[in-house]
Structure formats: structure tokens, C-alpha cells
């Protein structure tokens, strides 16, 4: 890990909440804790004037935890976070960075100009892979390649795939950057090479809960998105897209979430929907915004991915988070790309540079 840069507060300090907070977007870096063979693992903490606080984690390149105030300035933790370390080693995505390939693919592996790839990790049910496998890259420990500038609290992530790993083809570099911005907005950057054609879908698995406790119902999420992917019962991905409109997954409007789960099949949100017009180029889509009344936090999220799987925790069961504790925005390619030719190609070439950003925004409503 090379040596990190620490920014010293000199004279401006501004209170929010009772704490005091830099002018200026800072980093600063301590040991979280160890794996099990001994490697340390360093813990970063973002924060800017505004309280927003970010901490992020060499291992699975963690977002550990988003601290932000609601509408009285008090600070809150607003993802569902581990502990510690050793909470994380245990298993689990909260928060993680996912790879090679976020959420599933089917039929046991793909075909590559006629080469057949079989990956290791299977469901033997469902011949059905997910994230990445039992060696996916949140199970990894990244390395740190830089930190903070002057305008803004950054950190990047380095980690590197040998060809093979997990049955997939070729070495693949990928490069992680967390970026806390003055003007309140956590962006994540990813960015990745190979040098053999291969699958690369990347994401982050954070789950939302704006109140800090309990459950999402009564937080307001709306959708500016117009089709989602039809399902079979492996949560694979038919080929055919589907309007929302007159159906459950129609949040065009603001939506209170309660009013909304129980009308979905599967007991809430698994379903990746389509982000129409999005354009590198042009910089993220917006297509999101959560809202909680009680806090006053409001979320808006906005993506350069084809796609995002919302998915609101249908499986937890209080211990230690209720059921619908979070909310998932996996923006990413559609599952199961690889062996689906109507989908944006999540195939990554050698003379191809993976690049693809999703930010997240932070306001409070009085």
C-alpha cells in the first residue's frame, strides 16, 4: 500500500449536530483489522463540511458505512453496516464491490467465440452462478493505489484476477475509486482492463436505509424508469422486457414502499429494471430518488450502467435486520448477458477499457 496522504484541518472548522466538520473534504486512514493470514486492512474515513461521513475498507473495497444528517443536522448511519471486520470475514455482500459478474448467470457458464468457459461456483439446483462466486471479489483484499485531492475525499482500490479464477478467462485488472464531493455527492468509479475476452459486470451491493433503523416502509422511492426484465423462477433473466406501466413495478409516481411490497410476487423488489439514454459520455442518468419523511434524508441516484437490480431485502428476518431493512440500487449490466444476445454485451475485449460511474446525491427536506 503506498504511503496515504493525510489533510490537516488548520483554521476553518464548521459545527453541525454538535460536531465540528472540515471546510474541505478530507481523508484519513487507520488498521480495521486483520485476515486471517495476517494482513492488515486499512479503514479510510471520508468527510465533508456538510457531515457527510464515508467509510470504506481494503476488504471486498467495503463501502463499511455512510453516515449522513438528517433535517436537525444529527448524524446517521443510513447503509446496514458490519461491525467489524471480522463481522465481514464471516460472509455476506453488504456493501461489497462485486466481480467478476454481479448478480447471476445461468446454465452453469457461457460461450466465448465458440470457447466454452464452466465456472466453478454453481448452484447445484439451479446450475445458476452469483456474484462472482465463493472467490468473488468481495472476498478478496484489495490493495490501495491513491488517495485524497484537494477538492475532493477519494480513495482508490486496486485488485487484480488471474486468468481462471472462478472459471473465467483472462487477467483482469479493476480499479475501485470512492469520492465524497463538496457538493454532497458519493460517487463510485470503476474502471477495469483484460487481456482475453471475459465477462465484467461490477457494482456495489450497499443497502439503503435513510431512517438509520427499522424497516423502509415508509420511506418514498421514485423510479424514472419505464421497463424491467421478466423473470423466470431462478430469478434468470426470460429475454423478454416488460412495461411497468399498470403493473406493481410502476414508481413513476412517489411511492410509499409499504403500500407497495406486498403486491410484488416474490415478497418485494428482486427484478433488475432498464435505464433508458444512458451515455458515458454524457455522465450518470439520473433514474432514482428515496425519500424518508421522518428523517428528512432524501437519496438520489444516477448511473452510466444499462441496468440496476433493486432489491429490498426479502430474505432478512431480524437478525439483525428486519425484513425490507434495506433497499439494494445494483446498478449494472442485465444478468445472465453473457448468454443472452439481446442484452448490452458485458463482454469486456483486450483493447477495451471497463469505465462506468454511479453516484449517489445527499439532501435533506425540511
Known amino acids: 500500500m503506498k504511503k496515504l496522504t493525510h489533510f490537516i484541518l488548520l483554521a476553518t472548522c464548521i459545527f453541525a449536530g454538535g460536531e465540528c466538520f472540515p471546510a474541505d473534504p478530507t481523508v484519513k486512514s487507520e488498521v480495521w483489522g486483520k485476515m486471517p493470514d495476517g494482513r492488515e486492512v486499512a479503514l479510510f474515513t471520508l468527510t465533508n463540511e456538510h457531515g457527510t461521513?464515508?467509510?470504506?475498507?481494503?476488504?471486498?473495497?467495503?463501502?463499511?458505512?455512510?453516515?449522513?444528517?438528517?433535517?436537525?443536522?444529527?448524524?446517521?448511519?443510513?447503509?446496514?453496516?458490519y461491525p467489524t471486520l471480522d463481522d465481514a470475514l464471516k460472509g455476506g455482500v453488504f456493501g461489497s464491490v462485486i466481480g467478476r459478474f454481479a448478480n447471476r448467470i445461468s446454465g452453469g457458464g457461457f460461450t466465448i467465440d465458440d470457447v466454452r468457459y464452466d465456472l466453478e461456483t454453481v448452484n447445484p439446483k439451479t446450475n445458476v452462478h452469483i456474484h462472482g462466486g465463493k472467490n468473488g471479489f468481495h472476498r478478496q483484499l484489495w490493495k490501495t493505489e491513491s488517495t485524497s485531492d484537494e477538492s475532493t475525499a477519494k480513495v482508490t482500490f486496486h485488485l487484480k484476477s488471474p486468468d481462471?479464477?472462478?472459471?473465467?478467462?483472462?487477467?483482469?485488472?479493476v480499479?475501485?475509486?470512492?469520492?465524497?464531493?463538496?457538493?454532497?455527492?458519493?460517487?463510485?468509479?470503476?474502471?477495469?482492463?483484460?487481456?482475453?475476452?471475459?465477462?465484467?459486470?461490477?457494482?456495489?451491493?450497499?443497502?439503503?436505509?435513510?431512517?438509520?433503523?427499522?424497516?423502509?416502509t415508509e420511506q418514498i422511492l421514485t423510479l424514472q424508469l419505464w421497463e424491467r426484465l421478466e423473470i423466470d423462477d431462478r430469478n434468470i433473466p426470460t429475454g423478454e422486457i416488460l412495461p411497468v406501466s399498470?403493473?406493481?413495478?410502476?414508481?413513476?409516481?412517489?411511492?410509499?414502499?409499504?403500500?407497495?411490497?406486498?403486491?410484488?410476487?416474490?415478497?418485494g423488489?428482486?427484478?433488475?429494471?432498464?435505464?433508458?439514454?444512458?451515455?458515458?459520455?454524457?455522465?450518470?442518468t439520473p433514474f432514482a430518488t428515496l425519500r424518508d419523511p421522518g428523517s428528512g434524508r432524501v437519496m438520489h441516484v444516477a448511473t452510466t450502467k444499462p441496468g440496476v437490480q433493486i432489491y429490498t431485502a426479502?430474505?432478512?428476518?431480524?437478525?439483525?435486520?428486519?425484513?425490507?431493512?434495506?433497499?439494494?440500487?445494483?446498478?449494472?449490466?442485465?444478468?445472465?448477458?453473457?448468454?443472452?444476445?439481446r442484452f448490452p454485451s458485458s463482454i469486456l475485449r483486450a483493447d477495451q477499457a471497463y469505465d462506468h460511474t454511479t453516484e449517489f446525491r445527499f439532501e435533506t427536506e425540511k
Open 175 to 216: 480499479w475501485t475509486t470512492y469520492e465524497l464531493t463538496a457538493d454532497n455527492v458519493l460517487r463510485i468509479s470503476y474502471k477495469g482492463t483484460s487481456d482475453k475476452k471475459t465477462p465484467l459486470n461490477l457494482t456495489n451491493h450497499a443497502y439503503f436505509n435513510l431512517a438509520g433503523t427499522g424497516d423502509i
Open 269 to 284: 423488489f428482486d427484478h433488475c429494471f432498464v435505464i433508458a439514454k444512458i451515455s458515458i459520455e454524457q455522465g450518470p
Open 53 to 81: 461521513r464515508v467509510r470504506v475498507a481494503e476488504y471486498g473495497a467495503l463501502l463499511v458505512s455512510l453516515e449522513t444528517p438528517d433535517r436537525n443536522g444529527n448524524l446517521g448511519n443510513i447503509t446496514l453496516s
Open 164 to 173: 481462471g479464477e472462478e472459471g473465467y478467462p483472462g487477467n483482469v485488472e
Open 246 to 267: 399498470d403493473t406493481p413495478f410502476d414508481l413513476r409516481k412517489p411511492t410509499r414502499l409499504g403500500d407497495r411490497l406486498p403486491k410484488i410476487e416474490r415478497g
Open 314 to 341: 426479502n430474505h432478512f428476518k431480524g437478525k439483525p435486520h428486519p425484513k425490507w431493512g434495506g433497499i439494494c440500487f445494483e446498478t449494472q449490466y442485465y444478468p445472465d448477458s453473457p448468454n443472452q444476445g
